[in-house]
C-alpha cells in the first residue's frame, strides 16, 4: 500500500526545490547526485548548494562558465558572485571550483567526473547562453533528456551543434 500511496502523490517523483538563484533549474539527477544550471550565484546559493549536499554526504563542484570571464562576468551585478569570488567561497565551504569554457573539448568529461562525486553546479552570468550551448553539449554527448526551460534557443542548437561535430572527428 505505502509505494502505491507513494506514487499517487508524486513524492517519489518530486525533483529538489532549486538552491535560491537566477535562472535555476535542475538538469538531471543521477545515481543520487544533482546537476543543476543557472546564473552566477549569490553568496546565498553557494551555501544553499553546500548545505544539501552535506546533509546528503555528498561533494559540490562549481562549474564557472565564465572563463575567460569579461567584464560584465566581473562586475558582481544583483549580488552575483564574481569568479575570482566564487573560487574563495567555494574553498571556504570545502566545495571544487572549476573554471572551464564552455567551448573545452572536455567539458563533458569534466562534467561526468564532477557527478560522480557529487553535485554539480553549472553557471555563466545569467544562465542562458553559455550555460544553454554547455548544457545542449552535455544533453547529445549523454542521451540526457534535458529542459531548456530558460535558455537561449539559438545556444541551445549551437552547442547540440558544436558537440555533434566533436563526436564526428
Known amino acids: 500500500v505505502l509505494p502505491t500511496l507513494l506514487l499517487a502523490s508524486g513524492a517519489a517523483f518530486a525533483a529538489p526545490a532549486p538552491p535560491p538563484g537566477f535562472n535555476v533549474h535542475l ?68 566545495l571544487r571550483y572549476l573554471a572551464i569554457s564552455a567551448l573545452d573539448r572536455n567539458l563533458n568529461q569534466h562534467l561526468r567526473e ?25 544533453a547529445r554527448a549523454t542521451g540526457a533528456k534535458v529542459s531548456t526551460e530558460g535558455l537561449g534557443k539559438r545556444d541551445w542548437k549551437q552547442g547540440d551543434a558544436f558537440q555533434a561535430r566533436l563526436e564526428k572527428k
Open 27 to 94: 538538469v538531471e539527477e543521477t545515481g543520487g547526485n544533482r546537476f543543476w544550471r543557472g546564473g552566477a550565484p549569490k553568496k546565498e546559493t553557494v551555501e544553499a548548494l553546500a548545505q544539501a549536499a552535506k546533509v546528503r554526504g555528498v561533494t559540490v563542484t562549481l562549474v564557472d562558465l565564465r572563463k575567460p570571464a569579461n567584464a560584465d562576468d566581473r562586475s558582481g551585478k544583483a549580488q552575483r558572485l564574481t569568479p575570482t569570488q566564487e573560487e574563495a567561497l567555494a574553498k571556504q565551504h570545502g
Open 114 to 138: 564532477a557527478l560522480k562525486q557529487g553535485d554539480v553546479y553549472m553557471h555563466c552570468m545569467y544562465g542562458v547562453n553559455r550555460t544553454g550551448f554547455a548544457t545542449a553539449r552535455y
